[in-house]
């Protein structure tokens, strides 16, 4: 063979002379378990910065919303437990521009066991409590459910509708009622509903809606739903997009109703009020050579932390041999 041609002084020659076993540190149970900490902590950390990388930090600032616009859209995704053709919906602001959304909206028949039974938590002052409000990413108009062509117990409205950007009224009701000429029979009345969306704007990512997967639920004909949302103008800008939307928050006050000539209709009341101050929300990114330093700084002060403590403990069990001077005269 070829390397049996290869002189024996250059086969056996090593340039990294091996140190005698004698000299050699002994390995302990102690260095391979402080050695399996490091490694799980080292991985950990790495871990966490991957992911403070890939998230970002969000920074929230307060303005004065100056921008002037005249329009905005009300996404709306919700189903009630009512056929179609006993349900109207319509919007009408302050500007006494009326919208009748019914044919805005696409209509489908569906059943009740369709609808979400998901109740939105109320506190003891009537506001929802936002901390258990449900924190997923805004639905598209893309939810499957039963189509019923010849009718169904329930109907789903889903789409968007165009309103100008003042305070406005947002009302599904039965036609007629409230005016004392309606034909659809009180028994038929049933406004329990279950919202899987309701937004003002385009979605930016982590955005809360307060209304979003909650359930209002009534076992009166007679019954009408209030919500009273406060619309932020909202500003997100991060290194990909420059998003101009709208957040909310609410308060509920549901009432029954009474029946006759001129009373209140029921129905599910969305009011919408414009404030002053807005919110920008500025989204960052730490670069990818600052977050491999620290993974790298962090796991250096571990090593030598992790050394430090085998050491010590090395130190603590060693039991010296004895010296010459420490020897027996016999030996």
Same mark, same amino acid.
């Given at each position: ?13 090593? &340039? ?11 390995? /302990? +149970? ?6 399996? !900490?490091? &490694? ?16 970002? =930090? ?21 189903? !009630? ?28 028949? =569906? ?11 109320? $506190? +003891? $002052? ?20 039963? *189509? ?11 789409? @968007? ?8 009224? #947002?009302?599904?009701? &039965?036609?007629?009622w409230g005016y004392g000429m309606s034909n659809i029979p009180l028994n038929a009345l049933n406004f *329990? ?17 307060? #209304? ?9 004909? &007679? ?10 103008? *909202?500003?997100?800008?991060? $290194? ?18 009474? =029946?006759?000539?001129? /009373? ?14 807005? !919110?920008?929300?500025?989204? $960052? ?8 330093? %620290? !993974?790298? @700084?962090?796991?250096?002060? #571990?090593?030598?932390? =992790? ?8 130190? %603590?069990?060693? *039991?010296?041999?004895?010296? #010459? ?7």
């Amino acid at each position: 063979m070829f390397t049996d041609k290869i002189p024996e002084g250059i086969r056996v020659f090593d &340039a990294f002379p091996k140190v005698a076993k004698t000299y050699r540190k002994q390995r /302990s +149970s102690q260095g391979g378990l402080l050695s399996i !900490i490091l &490694a799980i902590c080292i991985t950990c950390i790495s871990i966490m910065e991957f992911f403070f990388y890939f998230q970002g =930090t969000r920074e929230q600032q307060f303005f004065v919303y100056e921008t002037i616009s005249e329009h905005m859209n009300i996404n709306l995704d919700m189903t !009630i437990a009512m056929p179609c053709k006993f349900l109207q919906v319509d919007v009408l602001d302050q500007t006494m521009d009326h919208v009748f959304a019914t044919e805005v909206f696409t209509k489908q028949e =569906t059943t009740v066991e369709d609808m979400r039974h998901e109740p939105l938590p109320v $506190t +003891s $002052t009537g506001s929802f409590d936002a901390a258990d409000l449900r924190r997923t990413r805004r639905k598209k108009f893309n939810k499957k459910s039963k *189509t019923l062509p010849d009718g169904g117990s329930a109907c789903r409205f889903y789409g @968007a509708v165009t309103v100008h950007r003042t305070q406005g009224l #947002l009302h599904i009701t &039965a036609p007629g009622w409230g005016y004392g000429m309606s034909n659809i029979p009180l028994n038929a009345l049933n406004f *329990t509903h279950a919202i899987d969306e309701l937004s003002f704007g385009d979605y930016y990512p982590s955005l809360v809606n307060a #209304l979003d997967g909650s359930y209002g639920f009534t076992d009166e004909h &007679a019954f009408a739903f209030q919500y009273y949302t406060s619309i932020i103008p *909202t500003t997100y800008t991060s $290194t990909f997009r420059n998003v101009q939307t709208n957040q909310y928050a609410v308060t509920e006050n549901s009432v029954r109703r009474q =029946t006759g000539f001129r /009373s209140d209709p029921p129905g599910i009341f969305i009011s919408y009020d414009i404030e002053p101050l807005g !919110i920008h929300i500025r989204e $960052t990114y730490p670069s990818l050579g600052n977050t491999i330093l %620290r !993974i790298l @700084a962090i796991s250096g002060g #571990l090593v030598t932390v =992790t050394t430090w403590v085998e050491r010590f403990y090395a130190k %603590r069990n060693h *039991t010296p041999s004895p010296g #010459l001077l420490d020897k027996d005269e016999d030996d």
